[in-house]
């Protein structure tokens, strides 16, 4: 696979389903952390409690571990456009509910978590389905450029989303679940219009081997089991997402626009490093880059936890998002040229799990960490073991320690993993 040259920047943007795919992923991840940051201050608000803060992860993640057989088996079976369109009007629902139970005065943790597992059987079919739609939308040696944008689209997204959703539930709460509810039915028009893009599918009667495919090449291809599990466990132990309404509300004391600011913060270093890679692919020693990012990443953590400064807080959750996207990059990359198509959808079900494990449940690791021992412990902790993971992982997985440039591998050899 020949890369996109470092002066066609906006290579994946020439292909116009592409660019209709983008700006509805960034309009969806923008409502997303609008109602994030809604949810997150308006249950600390209401109940004081870390625990719950942390529930708010763990009830979001289950549905996709419980649904792990399913969801990558209809990705790869049926359109992914479809699916998507589908995904994201559901979450529409969800944002229209959490606005009824606010203008009704009824917002309260049993009913909040209702929504919130119907949030997280969404996401559940919509990780697969997203990940597998966008390299179908792309050529091949595009592939890198247009990941490089779509984590830009979620990172910028994470730096105004935050801001925008603690400014508008500054106003009203009830405006920013307006906003969000809008945006999420802007990005399901825009996913239904896209034309349908060509997809390899599998003509195999569904069977346990079909269903069980996506574990088996990732257990067989050591690359791809390296780099999703180190992100699986850095970010379980790293993120501190759950606990930045503590940090903003008695630590930092900065209000609602101050979550925002902190929300953001990963965001603009995220984007920051984007940019830079969409502009200057990374061509060699990728290997070893990705491992220094999630180093990166737990050290910002660490002094973050430390931190009673609000600008010394921000600076390290800059540095957190830079970290983190050096490592995204990579790992998205290698999973689009690593994957055959007709697999894809499995192999990104399981991926998704092991995402959520490492963003859900690792709010939830958080919030009981903090229960028990404090908030500012927990995130020390977190930021250590994401340090030693990125060490440890470096001497598991050689193969991936080795990987230089990020090309498509020699696939002549390997078995049939369908």
Same mark, same amino acid.
């Given at each position: 696979m020949q890369i996109t040259s470092a002066g066609d920047r906006f290579a994946a943007f020439r292909h116009r389903s592409y660019a209709q795919f983008f700006f509805a992923r960034f309009l969806a991840a923008f409502a997303i952390q609008i109602i994030s940051v809604a949810v997150g201050w308006q249950m600390y608000e209401v109940t004081r &409690?870390? @625990?719950?803060?942390?529930?708010?992860?763990?009830?979001? @993640?289950?549905?996709?571990?419980?649904?792990?057989?399913?969801?990558? &088996? *209809?990705?790869?079976?049926?359109s992914r456009r479809s699916i998507v369109s589908i995904c994201l009007a559901i979450s529409a629902f969800c944002a229209a509910a959490l606005l009824l139970l606010t203008v009704t005065g009824t917002f309260a943790p049993v009913p909040v978590f209702v929504i919130l597992v119907i949030f997280g059987i969404e996401?559940? @079919?919509?990780?697969?389905a997203v990940q597998s739609l966008s390299p179908n939308l792309v050529p091949e040696k595009d592939l890198a450029n247009s990941f490089a944008w779509n984590a830009s689209s979620w990172q910028t997204a994470s730096i105004v989303g935050p801001m925008t959703g603690g400014l508008l539930y500054g106003l009203d709460p009830t405006v920013a679940y307006s906003v969000a509810l809008a945006f999420m039915a802007a990005a399901t028009v825009l996913v239904f219009l896209i034309p349908k893009p060509a997809q390899r599918k599998v003509g195999e009667p569904t069977s346990w081997t079909y269903i069980l495919a996506g574990f088996k090449f990732i257990r067989f291809e050591k690359v791809v089991l390296g780099a999703i599990s180190l992100d699986l466990f850095a970010v379980l132990l790293g993120g501190a997402v759950a606990l930045m309404p503590i940090f903003a509300s008695d630590i930092? *004391?900065?209000?609602?626009?101050?979550?925002?600011?902190?929300?953001?913060?990963?965001?603009v270093g995220a984007i920051a490093m984007a940019i830079f890679l969409a502009t200057f692919p990374i061509r060699h020693g990728s290997g070893i880059k990705m491992f220094v990012g999630v180093a990166v990443f737990g050290l910002a953590t660490m002094v973050f936890g430390l931190s009673q400064t609000p600008w010394l807080s921000i600076v390290a959750l800059a540095f957190m998002g830079a970290g983190d996207m050096i490592s995204v990059y990579v790992r998205e990359t290698l999973m689009a040229l690593w994957t055959p198509d007709e697999v894809r959808g499995r192999v990104n079900a399981v991926n998704s799990v092991f995402i959520g494990a490492s963003n859900e449940l690792g709010e939830f690791r958080a919030g009981v960490m903090t229960h028990f021992i404090g908030v500012v412990p927990a995130?020390?902790?977190?930021? %250590?073991?994401?340090?030693? %993971?990125? *060490?440890?992982?470096?001497?598991? @997985?050689?193969q991936l320690r080795k990987i230089d440039a990020l090309d498509a591998p020699d696939r002549s050899e390997r078995p049939d993993i369908r």
């Open positions: &409690s870390a @625990f719950l803060l942390g529930m708010i992860g763990l009830v979001q @993640f289950l549905p996709s571990l419980l649904l792990i057989l399913v969801t990558g &088996s *209809v990705t790869d079976r049926y996401r559940a @079919f919509m990780g697969p930092l *004391v900065l209000g609602p626009l101050g979550l925002g600011l902190l929300r953001a913060a990963p965001g995130v020390i902790i977190g930021g %250590v073991g994401t340090l030693a %993971v990125s *060490v440890l992982w470096a001497w598991m @997985f050689p």
